[in-house]
T-cell receptor
Framework: EAQVTQNPRYLITVTGKKLTVTCSQN?????MSWYRQDPGLGLRQIYY???????DKGDVPEGYKVSRKEKRNFPLILESPSPNQTSLYFC???????????????FGEGSRLTVL | GNSVTQMEGPVTLSEEAFLTINCTYT??????LFWYVQYPGEGLQLLLK?????DKGSNKGFEATYRKETTSFHLEKGSVQVSDSAVYFC???????????FGAGTRLFVKA
């Protein structure tokens, strides 16, 4: 079954304690991206990756890091989480269509993070 | 820059009512347009899409037509069901942008 898998689904942590949210896809997609979803703001892109070892900032990258060492995995790292990073996070993947355009996004089920 | 604006919710309808959720966009190129749906506790999933002007996307009774002259992509369904209760997101993917831009989402409640 084609899917994007995120872990953990729920996490409560404290300010400053490093955490990693994993994301894995089994569709051989070149493009992967992280979004955060906040009430009234829709989805905002944090980081994206066009392929292995190629990553770039989205609209709200502050406080986050990513890596793309393998095509299937795209972990999101919060080195020193703060309460304003409390949010619902989604990983998504897609084929790359060329000329900077991506196709339909496939989403994970989301990771709800609370930073106290 | 590129942007997507959709009507604020929540929208509350009775079963079998007609649904319209408005969506307009701003883009510099020739974007592809999407509607995604998010059911409670789940991730987003593609509902329908259109890749060029005058294309009509359709799925599960929902339709939307890519109107370049009015820069719109309104979502419609002739008869909603309780199971359609969800949050609906309009989105665009433009050339050169390396990303999909989402509207704020519209929550739909359908009452039996």
């Amino acid at each position: 079954e084609a899917q994007v898998t995120q872990n953990p689904r729920y996490l409560i942590t404290v300010t400053g304690k490093k955490l990693t949210v994993t994301c894995s896809q089994n569709m051989n997609h070149e493009y992967m991206s992280w979004y955060r979803q906040d009430p009234g703001l829709g989805l905002r892109q944090i980081y994206y990756s066009m392929n292995v070892e190629v990553t770039d900032k989205g609209d709200v990258p502050e406080g986050y890091k990513v890596s793309r060492k393998e095509k299937r995995n795209f972990p999101l790292i919060l080195e020193s989480p703060s309460p304003n990073q409390t949010s619902l996070y989604f990983c998504a993947s897609s084929f790359y269509l060329g000329q900077g355009s991506t196709g339909e996004l496939f989403f994970g089920e989301g990771s709800r993070l609370t930073v106290l | 820059g590129n942007s997507v604006t959709q009507m604020e919710g929540p929208v509350t309808l009775s079963e079998e009512a007609f649904l319209t959720i408005n969506c307009t966009y701003t883009a510099t190129g020739y974007p592809s347009l999407f509607w995604y749906v998010q059911y409670p506790g789940e991730g987003l999933q593609l509902l329908l899409k259109a890749t060029k002007a005058d294309d009509k996307g359709s799925n599960k009774g929902f339709e939307a037509t890519y109107r370049k002259e009015t820069t719109s992509f309104h979502l419609e369904k002739g008869s909603v069901q309780v199971s359609d209760s969800a949050v609906y997101f309009c989105a665009l993917s433009d050339t050169g942008g390396f990303k999909t831009i989402f509207g704020a989402g519209t929550r739909l409640f359908v009452k039996a």
